[in-house]
């Protein structure tokens, strides 16, 4: 669905400011909904961009490495708290784990040693585990977020182990072809934008050198356009369970660690950056590589996401783009909120479950319970966020969210059958509050 006239011209409009404001030589944005491209603003001239232009992408490319790690484990053949040696024998940081390298909670330095991996050719695997020692620990694991490249070459090196495949091949079978994203590939494919460095005194340009970063890949290699990656935001909103389990894409997008301690607007989960903006969360990630920046930015609930490119490296252009993503997310949130399902009659529930219905009393608190057209039990108190409950057997449900998510309610009967209480995890509601529970 496109967007509404006037959310179009001001998504436009701050395109072109950032463009502008940011010294772009071209800047290309997507916005995302419901699976397809919405809207693309496009700004500058060097070159002219489009919807099938490539630029680098960076660090986005860290998402698809984790989506490739979930769909191994989700296939039993590794374990997020597996320590890096059993699949990397013999690394002198091997007891770190996975899970802690995926959300970059390992500790591990963010570089490998030698040159500055952006800007020199790559290395194969086995000479990038020969440089490692246990020195390349700053801190201790889980003591702090500390954001590492290293760890995203480590893990392209388990899946390679893994699977006896290396990771470019793997990606392309197990995720760009499925998706249709034909123009994200390795190396650059014509037609693609140059990058460069803006000088910062006479506004000239720099073409900065586009390097093959060897078993760095999964950190940062890959080349895509505004289509494809429209294409990825899509998947990362709403995933095809053949490629990966929801649950698995949700899991994902919980925090492994917070990365700004002072206002919590900030963390990391499995491979995904986390970002709050207002009451809402997003999840996506920031890409830089010389000459290119990169943004992606989801909100899942909506199916509604950001993506956007432009040729330029430098802290200005860096600043623009990766924000810019959020900022016009939320624009559009905001302008084109999501109009509610409409309201619909239900069939009467059966009459044990009707039972379950209406108030109930804890410790002096009521709640009031009700059954959804999906069959589940839903309440609480009133102002508080909902409590649902999953039928799992006669009498006995599973709770699905907040506080109880995990636990169950049993349904307490008296010697004719009637419902008098609920055990919610060993807290007994009663249908008046003078009742002992």
Request: charged letters at 20%; a negative charge; hydrophobic letters at 40%.
């Amino acid at each position: 669905m496109a967007l509404l006239p006037e959310t179009a011209r001001q998504v436009d409009l701050l395109v072109a400011r950032a463009q502008a404001e940011g010294r772009g030589p071209s800047l290309a944005l997507g916005v995302v909904r419901d699976g397809g491209l919405a809207h693309v603003a496009l700004a500058g001239e060097q070159p002219r961009p489009d919807a099938n232009l490539q630029y680098r992408i960076g660090s986005i490319s860290k998402t698809m490495t984790a989506v490739l790690v979930m769909q191994q484990r989700d296939a039993g053949r590794l374990a997020l708290d597996d320590p890096l040696d059993r699949h990397l024998p013999g690394t002198p940081v091997g007891a770190l784990t996975l899970r802690q390298l995926l959300g970059h909670a390992s500790g591990l330095q963010r570089e490998p040693d030698g040159q500055w991996w952006e800007r020199a050719a790559g290395t194969d695997l086995a000479t990038l585990l020969a440089g490692l020692t246990p020195a390349k620990i700053a801190h201790p694991p889980h003591h702090v977020y500390h954001y590492s490249n290293l760890a995203y070459g480590l893990l392209g090196g388990v899946l390679e182990r893994i699977t006896g495949t290396p990771w470019a091949d793997l990606l392309r079978e197990r995720l760009l072809e499925p998706l249709g994203m034909r123009r994200t590939t390795y190396h650059p494919t014509e037609p693609y934008a140059r990058g460069y460095v803006v000088h910062p005194w006479h506004d000239t340009l720099r073409e900065e050198p586009r390097t093959d970063t060897g078993a760095m890949a999964p950190a940062g290699q890959l080349w895509s356009t505004v289509e494809d990656l429209a294409r990825w935001a899509a998947f990362l909103a709403d995933p095809a369970p053949d490629l990966l389990a929801p649950a698995t894409l949700t899991e994902m997008c919980a925090p492994v660690v917070i990365s700004d301690l002072d206002a919590w607007t900030g963390g990391h989960g499995l491979g995904v950056e986390l970002y709050r903006v207002g009451e809402r969360v997003y999840v996506g990630h920031g890409g830089s590589m010389p000459g290119y920046v990169a943004g992606l930015a989801v909100h899942r609930p909506s199916r509604t996401a950001v993506v956007d490119y432009a040729n330029s490296y430098g802290l200005r252009a860096g600043h623009h783009v990766v924000g810019l993503a959020r900022d016009i997310l939320t624009l559009v949130l905001d302008a084109e909120p999501a109009a509610p399902a409409p309201w619909r009659p239900a069939e009467a529930p059966p009459a044990d479950l009707a039972e379950l219905t209406g108030r109930w009393w804890w410790m002096g608190g009521e709640y009031e319970f009700r059954i959804d057209p999906a069959g589940d039990l839903v309440g609480g108190q009133v102002g508080r966020p909902l409590l649902r409950f999953t039928p799992e057997a006669p009498d006995r449900w599973r709770g699905r969210s907040g506080s109880q998510d995990g636990e169950l309610l049993t349904v307490i009967r008296d010697e004719k059958g009637h419902a008098v209480a609920l055990d919610i995890a060993t807290f007994v509601f009663t249908r008046t509050p003078d009742q002992e529970p």
